[in-house]
């Protein structure tokens, strides 16, 4: 039997809680999951501020904690890398003289592979590669995980623990993990922008701005709730709004002329194309 011990994290370290960091962080305070203790940092003390409520979280201001980082990743048995893609090589330098026997180093960035987690660390740093989304606020995160050749299946096992908590855990290769990217990592900002997208066309058949949120707030609210609640695929829910000679076959057939599917191809092709530019530097 799985006692709670069994299912605890040793102390977690949330280097850079921004959005994503700061995220997984209530998701993860929120899940109740006994940890040996959690410390985020961030630059500013604006940051800190934000997060220093949460139950059990040492929010640090590294503008008046310079050592930070080094402090909360030499304590810590699972370190989250959660800064811009761009400023992880320095951190790592930063923090690999702290590092503990057997930490394990979990990026959060988006375009970072694992090979310059393992130039900067050492050969042989435990490092998996995440992409969740933001719903971890809400515990309704997807996260795609893929393991560095030094963390070994306790370690995933581990890590996947964490990120359960905050919503669904799919395990791919190194290889699939930008490409998921732009699919969940990104999709969140689809969705909002549908959102938006609704409420604007709203506004222009008269509805007040407030009336127009509501509405297509709510829509897509509900039809995600009843998408969850259901178990039905998305196809066959919509056929069940689509009365045969109806208004919404006429819509539907307006939005499948735009080709959504193709541009859908092509929005993600573009992320995926930025995602090689970061991974080279860029
Ligand atoms: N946003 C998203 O939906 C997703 C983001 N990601 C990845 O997560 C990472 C962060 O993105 P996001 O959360 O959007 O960005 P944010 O800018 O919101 O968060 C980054 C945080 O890092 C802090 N920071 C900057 N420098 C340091 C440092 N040296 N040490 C510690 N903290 C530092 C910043 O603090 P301050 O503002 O005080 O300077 C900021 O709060 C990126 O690598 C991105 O690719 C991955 C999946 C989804
Ligand atoms: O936009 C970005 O680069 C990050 C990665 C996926 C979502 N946000």
Request: zero cysteines; hydrophobic letters at 50%.
């Amino acid at each position: 039997m799985t006692t709670v011990e069994d299912r605890s994290l040793p102390a977690v370290a949330v280097l850079g809680a921004g959005s994503m960091g700061g995220a997984i962080l209530q998701g993860l305070v929120v899940s109740g999951l006994p940890t040996g203790g959690i410390t985020a940092t961030n630059r500013t003390r604006a940051k800190a501020d934000a997060l220093a409520g949460l139950a059990g979280v040492t929010s640090v201001a590294l503008e008046e904690q310079p050592s930070g980082n080094t402090d909360a990743a030499g304590s810590a048995g699972i370190i989250l890398v959660g800064v811009k893609p761009a400023m992880v090589p320095d951190l790592l330098s930063e923090i690999r003289p702290a590092l503990r026997p057997g930490a394990v180093v979990v990026s959060l960035a988006a375009g970072v592979t694992i090979a310059t987690f393992e130039s900067v660390l050492g050969e042989g740093a435990r490092v998996l590669r995440s992409m969740p989304n933001t719903p971890a606020v809400v515990g309704k995160a997807v996260t795609g995980l893929a393991a560095g050749a030094g963390a070994d299946a306790d370690d995933v096992a581990m890590v996947t623990r964490l990120f359960e908590t905050v919503g669904a855990v799919l395990q791919v290769p190194e290889e699939q993990i930008d490409p998921l990217s732009t699919i969940s990592g990104s999709g969140p900002a689809y969705v909002f922008l549908l959102v938006e997208a609704l409420a604007s066309a709203a506004v222009g058949k008269g509805f007040t701005p407030e009336q127009a949120r509501l509405m297509a707030e709510q829509t897509f609210i509900g039809a995600s709730a009843l998408l969850d609640a259901s178990g039905e695929e998305a196809a066959e829910l919509r056929r069940r709004v689509t009365s045969p000679k109806g208004t919404t076959e006429r819509a539907v057939a307006v939005l499948q002329g735009a080709h959504l599917d193709a541009l859908f191809a092509e929005a993600t092709d573009a992320a995926l194309a930025r995602a090689r530019e970061l991974a080279a530097g860029a």
